[in-house]
């Protein structure tokens, strides 16, 4: 298994974006020695984006690690990111800031010029802030800033998130022998034993035992899939496979900036390490994309019998029309519609109007002995033991199962919240609202204050669910963070699960399956039932059992701490129950802020009993395509026509007695 620090990529590198994500829930290395045990990463595969600084002596007593990234601006020359802001500090404006730098008296406490990068409107804006005085937090591995005209909290709130910039000119000059990463980037490798240039170095990444350099071998022909961008930072040939070398003194021993050329010394073997499994011959290649494309037939061949056996042939249709590239869509789509699922929704059809409420039956019931309430203003993880009284020690023991290991996390980022009350299923994909989801996703998970502390990062397992459209931009957004403290092997990335939308008039004595165009099938996300549902696939529960996980919370990604305290993990904990949910005073919308917990047992048992899982049908007016005598209309409805099949998670206490329920009723 792989240390938290290191990032799981095995795709080509990319170069970095004009501005990066620079937050960091890790401390950064202030100060790196040689690590005895250089070459025990043989198996490891390391991160893409990651830019900083770095110092390479020849002395393991003096090597260090200088670390600040840099990014181009079009206005000023450039700027280096010397951290981020991670909280407010007090009521007088000041705020917390995450170091990114080996520099922090010059970068915090010098009063002067600083600039604020922020996400305005789904856009990244770069302001002038004149920082007047800073001082370093203890025992908190920060710092205290306070900055002209940010006097209360409100106005230092604002700035959360935010990357705290200065210029690159004002980069400290470094001691001979010392070198920034982005010096480093574009160098020629050269075997010292015999002159040969090996590649190119294309990246550092600091993997908290020693730095690695990512070179780019030669190769004589293209590399399959390669990044153009990362091409135009090679010397012309070099196009190969992509390898990991440690930037230690015993490999690389001699760095010569002004030619541009560091020598290696490499033992037996170092280069053909985490070579990609893409650089296959042309033969082997055509082989592997052969033996694919049989494989999706198959697949193509049996969903499309499922189908069939559903009476929904007037999917295919759109086969007959189009290009090849839209056959080709349609048959993705055919191959993604989960048929099993589908019909376990159509056989519930009839009871559209039966939709069981959560809150009446846990509100309105005594049976439910295990309670807590809590006021919605002690429930942060930071409140102290005077406000949360006895409950203080339920949240400590919390942090203990969470430190050891024991919990996994699963932060639900689709848009429940805005499928509540008329479970209005919408689906968004404009670029505005995906750079919103990631922007509301990194300042989550870089402030300690609302996720789990950095700390106990790199033994829990994270499992993050989203729009289909939002998946590529979350990856990246992790990629560039060093995984914000996760070990990779423990990270997922899966798609909410969705269902076709039907007519809501029986044809033929079925509900047939809608088309938004003639190569799509019109579908609608399932809710926060599809959690369960996604918990089943791709071994996820085998995985968090052999990991020694003893509880999943799953929870509403945006409203993860304040709404999902440590306090009901506790208390599942001390009850030996078997699921723990949050329910909230007055509302009105279940799925708002949904948090539930569950032991590993009982969720093991609910996917292997997703044929129980509750569906109902929603009626909703669906514009969609149909063939009428082989011409594709348009219908635009003016009242409901259709069914979206939604799932609530909340009903999966049906499979838990009374007794093994835990309820946290929050207080206004």
């Known amino acids: ?142 710092w205290i800033l306070s900055f002209s005209g940010i006097e209360t909290v409100d106005q230092a709130r604002q700035l959360v998130g935010s990357t705290l910039l200065a210029e690159e000119e004002d980069r400290p000059h470094l001691e001979e022998g010392e070198f920034y990463t982005r010096d480093l980037v574009g160098m020629r490798v050269i075997l010292k034993e015999t002159g040969e240039v090996v590649g190119t170095v294309v990246n550092v990444f600091n993997s908290g035992a020693n730095d690695l350099l990512h070179v780019m071998l030669k ?21 190969g496979p992509l390898v990991w070398v440690p930037f230690v003194k015993e490999i690389v021993p001699n760095v010569d900036m002004n030619r541009r050329e560091m020598l290696i010394t490499p033992p037996k073997g170092l280069l053909e390490l985490n070579v990609r499994s893409v650089e296959r011959s042309k033969k082997e290649r055509r082989q592997l994309e052969w033996k694919e494309r049989k494989r999706f037939q198959k697949r193509l061949i049996a969903a499309k019998k499922k189908l069939s056996e559903m009476e929904q042939q007037h999917v295919f249709h759109g086969f007959r029309f189009g290009e090849k590239s839209q056959a080709s869509l349609l048959a993705d789509q055919i191959v993604s519609v989960n048929s099993k699922l589908l019909q376990q929704a159509l056989e519930n059809v009839e009871i559209a109007s039966k939709r069981w409420t959560i809150t009446e039956s846990l509100t309105g019931t005594k049976l439910v002995r295990n309670r807590l309430r809590i006021s919605e203003k002690r429930f942060t993880p930071s409140t102290s033991e005077e406000k949360l009284g006895t409950n203080f020690t339920l949240q400590e023991k919390a942090l203990q199962l969470i430190s050891k290991g024991k919990v996994a996390v699963v932060l ?46 790199s033994s829990m397992p994270l499992v993050l669910i989203s729009l289909a459209d939002e998946i590529i931009s979350m990856k990246k957004l992790f990629s ?45 996300p399932v809710g926060s039932g599809g959690v369960i549902i996604l918990l089943s696939s791709d071994n996820i529960m085998e995985n968090l059992a052999q990991n020694g996980i003893k509880y999943i919370q799953v929870c509403n990604g945006e409203r993860y ?108």
Request: charged share 25%.
């Open 219 to 239: 190769s004589a022909e293209p590399m399959p899939n390669g990044s153009e961008e990362l091409s135009s930072l090679a010397e012309a040939g070099d196009s």
């Open 480 to 524: 560039s963070n060093n995984y914000f403290g996760f070990d990779p092997e423990k990270v997922w990335f899966l798609e909410e699960e969705r269902l076709p939308v039907v007519s809501s008039l029986l044809e033929q004595n079925r509900h047939k399956i809608l088309m938004k165009s003639p190569w799509e099938i019109l579908q609608s």
């Open 561 to 668: 701490i304040s709404r999902s305290s440590p306090l009901l993990l506790e208390l599942v904990n001390e009850k030996e129950s078997e699921i723990g949910i949050q329910i909230f005073e007055h509302s009105e919308d279940v799925e708002e802020g949904f948090g539930m917990v569950f032991s590993i047992d009982t969720m093991k048992k609910l996917t292997r009993q997703i044929h129980k899982l509750q569906f109902y049908a929603i009626a909703k007016p669906n514009s969609h395509v149909e063939l009428v005598e082989k011409k594709w209309v348009h219908v635009e409805p003016s009242s409901p026509n259709s069914y979206e099949f939604y799932s609530t998670i909340f009903s999966c206490i049906n499979a838990c007695s009374l007794d093994k329920l835990c309820v946290m009723e929050i207080t206004e």
């Open 412 to 457: 639900d980022m689709s848009d429940h919240k805005n499928r509540g009350k008329e479970y209005d299923l919408i689906l968004s994909s404009s670029t505005s609202r995906e750079n919103s989801e990631t922007s509301s996703l990194q300042m989550l998970l870089c402030d300690d204050e609302r996720f789990v502390k950095a700390e106990y990062r």
């Open 1 to 142: 298994m792989q240390k938290a620090s290191l990032l799981c990529s095995s795709n080509p590198i990319s170069s970095p974006p004009t501005y990066l994500h620079t937050c960091r829930p890790l401390t950064v290395p202030i100060r790196i020695r040689f690590s005895p045990s250089l070459f025990a990463f043989s198996s490891l595969r390391f991160p893409l984006n990651r830019l900083h600084g770095q110092r390479h002596g020849f002395s393991p007593l003096h090597r260090t690690a200088t670390e600040e990234m840099i990014e181009a601006s079009k206005n000023v020359s450039s700027f280096v990111e010397i951290g981020y802001i991670s909280s407010v500090h007090g009521l007088q404006g000041e705020i917390c800031i995450k170091p990114n730098t080996d520099f922090p008296e010059l970068r915090f406490c010098k009063a002067g010029r600083r600039w604020l990068k922020q996400q305005v409107s789904g856009k990244e804006t770069i302001k002038e802030v004149e920082l007047v005085e800073g001082r370093e937090h203890h025992g908190k591995k920060s």
